[in-house]
C-alpha cells in the first residue's frame, strides 16, 4: 500500500510538471513570445519552466526506479526477437491424467499490473518427458496507462533538453577571443536597426554632468579601449557562452562627463527614441560595463546593436541597450521599455 501511494505521488509530481513545463516552454520558445501571459513576466515563466523541467526531470527518475523490474523486463524484451517463445518445463502427469494446462484468471482489480494472458499447449510424450508450455506473446512488450504516460514525460523531457541545448550551447568555430560567431537569437522591438553607418555615429553624455559631450566618430575612436570575454544571458532561458566584446568603458565617458551629485542613475537611449533602459550609476561605472563597437574580432553588426550597444554582463539581456545614442545622468530612475511594457523589474541581475 505505501509503495502504491509513493507512485500515486510521483505521478501526480509527472503530470503536473508536465503540463507547467509544457506551458512555459510555449510561453518562452514560440514566435511573439516577447508579450507577458496570464500576467505573468518572462523573467516569472523562465523560473517556472527551470523549476517545472528539474521536477519532472526528477519524478521520471524516480518513477523507473520504483518500477525497476519492470523497466528490467522490457530492456531484455528488446534483445529477444519479437514473437520467439520461451519455454518452461513442468513435472510430466500421471498416466492416464488429464494433459491440460488451464489458462491463467484475473480477478477484478485484485490482479497485479505485472500480470500476463499465456496462452500455453501442453502435451505429454509417450516417455513421460516434461510438458513444455509455450508464450508465444511474451517476445512482445506490452504497455498500460502508466508507461504510456511515463514515455510520455520522458519525450517532453528530451525535447526540453533540445531546445535548452539549441538555446544554451556553447558555439564553436569562430575567431577572436571568444569561442564562435555571433550568431545567437537577435531580438528587439524595432522593426529593423537604424539606417546609420558606424562613421556618421554621434553619442551625446548630459543630464546632470558638468561637461556633456558629444562624440562623432573620431573622438570616439581616441578614447581608451577595452576588451573583455563574457557569457550573455536572456530573460527567455537561453545563454550564449564566452563573447569577446571591444569598445569603451563606461566609467571613462562618465568620468569626462562629470555626473553632479544629484546623479544616481544613467539612461541608456537607443536610435529612434523607442527603447530605453536605466542602471544604478554604480552599475554603470563597473569595470565591465561597455559601450561595445566590436564582437568577437570583428565589427558590431546592426542586427546585434552595432554600431554601437551596451554591454552589461551581470544584468539579462533586455538591460544591454542596442544601437545606443544617448548617456543621460539621472535624479531617479528612468524606467526602462520592457519595465514599463512587460512588468520587468529594474534590477535583472544574472542568478
Known amino acids: 500500500m505505501k509503495k502504491v501511494t509513493i507512485q500515486l505521488v510521483v505521478a501526480t509530481i509527472i503530470t503536473v510538471a508536465f503540463v507547467l513545463t509544457a506551458v512555459s516552454g510555449l510561453v518562452l520558445y514560440v514566435p511573439g513570445r516577447l508579450i507577458p501571459v496570464f500576467g505573468l513576466s518572462l523573467l516569472t515563466w523562465r523560473v517556472i519552466h527551470e523549476w517545472a523541467a528539474l521536477a519532472l526531470t526528477v519524478a521520471v527518475v524516480a518513477h523507473i526506479v520504483l518500477n525497476r523490474r519492470r523497466v528490467g523486463e522490457m530492456v531484455a524484451g528488446l534483445w529477444r526477437p519479437a514473437g520467439s517463445p520461451r519455454t518452461a518445463a513442468a513435472p510430466a502427469p500421471a498416466h492416464g491424467s488429464d494433459t491440460r494446462v488451464p489458462a491463467p484468471s484475473r480477478t477484478g482489480d485484485a490482479a497485479s499490473d505485472d500480470a500476463e494472458p499465456v496462452a500455453a499447449t501442453a502435451a505429454a510424450s509417450d516417455g513421460g518427458q516434461p510438458v513444455v508450455a509455450t508464450a508465444p506473446d511474451e517476445g512482445r512488450l506490452r504497455y498500460n496507462r502508466r508507461w504510456f504516460l511515463l514515455l510520455a514525460a520522458g519525450a517532453v523531457a528530451a525535447l526540453i533538453a533540445v531546445l535548452g541545448l539549441e538555446r544554451g550551447s556553447s558555439r564553436s568555430g569562430g575567431s577572436g577571443p571568444g569561442s564562435g560567431p555571433a550568431d545567437f537569437p537577435v531580438l528587439n522591438i524595432e522593426s529593423r536597426p537604424p539606417a546609420v553607418s558606424a562613421a556618421d555615429w554621434v553619442v551625446d553624455v548630459d543630464g546632470l554632468v558638468d561637461s556633456p559631450l558629444h562624440l562623432e566618430r573620431s573622438a570616439w575612436l581616441a578614447l581608451p579601449r577595452t576588451q573583455e570575454t563574457r557569457d550573455f ?15 569603451v568603458r563606461v566609467a571613462d565617458l562618465l568620468s569626462l562627463a562629470k555626473p553632479q551629485g544629484a546623479g ?75 519595465e514599463r511594457n512587460g512588468d520587468y523589474p529594474s534590477e535583472a541581475p544574472v542568478s
Open 233 to 247: 544571458h536572456c530573460v527567455e532561458g537561453w545563454s550564449v557562452d564566452r563573447l569577446g566584446w571591444e569598445g
Open 264 to 338: 544616481q542613475f544613467v539612461t541608456f537611449h537607443a536610435a529612434g527614441g523607442a527603447y530605453s533602459d536605466s542602471l544604478a550609476l554604480a552599475e554603470a561605472r563597473a569595470p565591465e560595463t561597455l559601450l561595445a563597437d566590436s564582437l568577437d574580432a570583428a565589427p558590431l553588426s546592426a542586427a546585434h546593436g552595432g554600431p554601437l550597444r551596451l554591454v552589461v554582463p551581470s544584468q539579462l539581456g533586455y538591460k544591454n541597450v542596442k544601437w545606443v545614442v544617448r548617456l543621460e545622468v539621472t535624479a531617479t530612475r528612468a524606467q526602462g521599455y520592457w
